[in-house]
């Protein structure tokens, strides 16, 4: 446990439908990271906040997702009328600076 | 997508035997990171290489890193069940839409 946690775990979802995934990161990391993984694959950067700002979005972010870090503590990543394709493990972390980086377990997305 | 390269994609050993993973990247680096991955799980941080460095030990890990041929390898001594998992290697060059993983090694360590 390396003290980042997602919620939920699994989400199982209908094309077209909305999903919003959680993360809470460590509580001093004032950066915190989206990530996509899909099956056999290294994550791909999605999204980088530091504090509440959204710093970096990745071209892979496309207008269906939007991701947000209030007061910068927890984010949020929403995904608008989803897509098969879309169906991945949403992976978040945290890190006090640019170097380890500390991950949540994940979210897996299944889009039917 | 943008990905690093790692070879092998998969590796099969026995416990006990040693097990090496290489990594490489096209762009100039700041640092190279490696990390474990659990099937289904999170990412673990496992060892973090400079770009003025060229060898660094953790444990019965080892990493080496070629900054003239864009490379590093991730080797795993005296390798046991545990390490069965799939291997990342992650690239800061400078700019945060500048995160690459490489696509990963699987390694499955037979008792």
């Known amino acids: 446990d390396t003290g980042v946690s997602q919620d939920p775990r699994h989400k199982i979802t209908k094309r077209g439908q909305n999903v919003t995934f959680r993360c809470d990161p460590i509580?001093?990391?004032?950066?915190l990271y989206w990530y996509r993984q899909t099956l056999g694959q290294g994550p791909e950067f999605l999204t980088y906040f530091q504090n509440e700002a959204q710093l970096e979005k990745s071209r892979l972010l496309s207008d269906r997702f939007s991701a947000e870090r209030p007061k910068g503590s927890f984010s949020t990543l929403e995904i608008q009328r989803t897509e098969q394709g879309d169906s991945a493990m949403y992976l978040c972390?945290?890190?006090?600076?640019?170097?380890?980086?500390?991950f949540g377990p994940g979210t897996r997305l299944t889009v039917l | 997508s943008q990905q690093g390269e790692e070879d092998p994609q998969a590796l099969s050993i026995q416990e006990g035997e040693n097990a090496t993973m290489n990594c490489s990247y096209k762009t100039s680096i700041n640092n190279l990171q490696w990390y474990r991955q659990n099937s289904g799980r999170g990412l673990v941080h496992l060892i973090l290489?400079?770009?003025?460095?060229r060898e660094k030990h953790s444990g019965r890990l080892r990493v080496t890193l070629d900054t003239s041929k864009k490379s590093s390898s991730l080797l795993i001594t005296a390798s046991r069940a545990a390490d069965t998992a799939s291997y990342f290697c992650?690239?800061?060059?400078?700019?945060?839409?500048?995160?690459?993983f490489g696509a990963g090694t699987r390694l499955a360590v037979h008792p």
């Open positions: 290489i400079r770009s003025n460095e």
């Open positions: 992650l690239f800061f060059s400078g700019g945060y839409n500048k995160l690459i």
């Open positions: 509580s001093e990391h004032n950066r």
């Open positions: 972390a945290s890190t006090p600076r640019s170097d380890t980086q500390y």
